[in-house]
């Protein structure tokens, strides 16, 4: 073999030697790691809320101490009164205190026996309160509740509470009682803007001025709330997307700006007027007030009947005729009901066992009475401006 061939043979011996290391020392190529987010997805019971928001005006908002914020809510007479437990004697509870017109009956928050806070009842004969009664119907969905309130109907009935029907916190929801079964129908959320994924509680409505209240600490720093005022609507109205952007609704449910429910202004400046009309401190003397109280009518924003002369509507000017007697009669069955009581509260146990079927009756009777005169009222209104189009 001459040097040539050798050289020959051993160039193709080394050659794959060295293509092979070369591919050993050769580094994988390391890919990028993609790392995939996800958006964190919204309950779709706020979403669904959020596109039912309530149309309604809020008058204004007020931020106050949490311990504070009754001290804003300004009611008439007829419409009852809110308080807390400590305010009011004779009923051992640890939350809120609703009192109906009358005063004879209570709705109130209390730890029951599993030291859960629910809502319970009681009435009044003679001096003393009965022994507290739990509302019947107010569970389901319901962990905690508290923050009661019953509109002039003895039938609808408002609340706050917390459980697996509420978005956050306390919400604020409402039910009406049943007559044939006994109990309140099952609670449902009253939604936005008035519930939030904070706590919102304490409603209330006086349907005399048409002006609400309800409290929120959406927002708010800790141990303050916010109380917001708006004018009760006459019927339930969402807004409709096709007039307003998503964002735009978005900011009415989450009351972003109070300004942005006013529209003109015109029915709010006219609610700021009835609201300093409630609670003016230069009160007329109390033979006025009553008179005034029981002829006035409100028809509208714009305007308060307090004569039969102020109709245009005959139908509605007669149904005011009724109106006016049955607040006549309202007036009496009251005023006996009030000395009944106090016959109660001096009468032996024999008496007593007596003037309690009167009581309960003269009760029912009043019930019944207010009951027809919140109708009368709604049938004048709606007959006088329908006469005024």
């Known amino acids: 073999m001459t040097v040539r061939q050798f050289a020959i043979l051993s160039l193709a011996l080394f050659l794959p030697l060295s293509l092979s290391a070369q591919k050993k020392k050769k580094r994988p190529v390391k890919k990028p790691v993609v790392v995939v987010v996800e958006e964190p997805q919204e309950d779709p019971r706020i979403t669904n809320m959020r596109e039912m928001t309530q149309q309604i005006v809020i008058i204004d908002s007020i931020v106050t101490d949490k311990s504070q914020f009754l001290s804003h809510y300004v009611l008439s007479s007829e419409t009852g009164k809110v308080m807390t437990a400590s305010q009011f004697s004779g009923i051992q509870a640890d939350g809120y205190v609703y009192l109906n017109e009358m005063g004879n009956k209570a709705y109130f928050g209390k730890a029951d026996q599993n030291g859960v806070r629910q809502i319970f009842t009681s009435d009044k004969l003679g001096d003393r309160w009965g022994e507290p009664i739990l509302m019947n119907g107010l569970s389901e969905g319901i962990d905690e509740a508290d923050y009661p309130f019953m509109m002039n109907d003895g039938i609808t009935f408002?609340?706050?509470?917390?459980?697996?029907?509420?978005?956050?916190?306390?919400?604020?929801?409402?039910?009406?009682?049943?007559?044939?079964?006994?109990?309140?129908?099952?609670?449902?959320n009253i939604g936005m803007p008035f519930n939030s994924e904070a706590n919102d509680y304490m409603y209330a409505a006086d349907e005399q001025s048409g002006i609400g209240y309800f409290v929120s600490d959406r927002r708010q720093?800790?141990?303050?709330?916010?109380?917001?005022?708006?004018?009760?609507?006459?019927?339930?109205?969402?807004?409709?997307?096709?007039?307003?952007?998503?964002?735009?609704?978005?900011?009415?449910?989450?009351?972003?700006?109070?300004?942005?429910?006013?529209?003109?202004?015109?029915?709010?400046?006219?609610?700021?007027?009835?609201?300093?009309?409630?609670?003016?401190?230069?009160?007329?003397?109390?033979?006025?007030?009553?008179?005034?109280?029981?002829?006035?009518?409100?028809?509208?924003?714009?305007?308060?009947?307090?004569?039969?002369?102020?109709?245009?509507?005959?139908?509605?000017?007669?149904?005011?005729?009724?109106?006016?007697?049955?607040?006549?009669?309202?007036?009496?069955?009251?005023?006996?009901?009030?000395?009944?009581?106090?016959?109660?509260?001096?009468?032996?146990?024999?008496?007593?066992?007596?003037?309690?079927?009167?009581?309960l009756h003269n009760e029912e009777q009043a019930l019944l009475l207010r009951n027809s005169i919140h109708t009368l009222e709604k049938q004048i209104r709606k007959e006088e401006n329908n006469n005024n189009k």
């Open 158 to 188: 408002y609340f706050a509470a917390r459980g697996e029907e509420s978005i956050g916190g306390y919400d604020i929801f409402f039910t009406r009682y049943d007559s044939r079964s006994g109990s309140f129908l099952k609670p449902e």
């Open 221 to 359: 720093p800790e141990g303050k709330v916010c109380v917001y005022i708006f004018i009760l609507p006459e019927t339930r109205r969402s807004y409709d997307p096709s007039k307003y952007t998503e964002e735009q609704i978005r900011d009415f449910a989450d009351i972003t700006r109070i300004a942005d429910t006013w529209g003109n202004g015109s029915e709010r400046r006219a609610a700021i007027e009835r609201l300093k009309a409630i609670g003016t401190t230069d009160a007329p003397p109390a033979a006025e007030t009553a008179s005034a109280t029981n002829t006035a009518i409100v028809i509208n924003d714009r305007l308060t009947y307090t004569s039969v002369k102020d109709f245009r509507s005959p139908a509605a000017a007669n149904h005011y005729r009724e109106l006016l007697k049955a607040r006549e009669r309202q007036a009496t069955i009251e005023a006996d009901l009030q000395k009944t009581r106090d016959r109660y509260a001096r009468a032996d146990e024999d008496g007593r066992r007596l003037l309690r079927e009167v009581i």
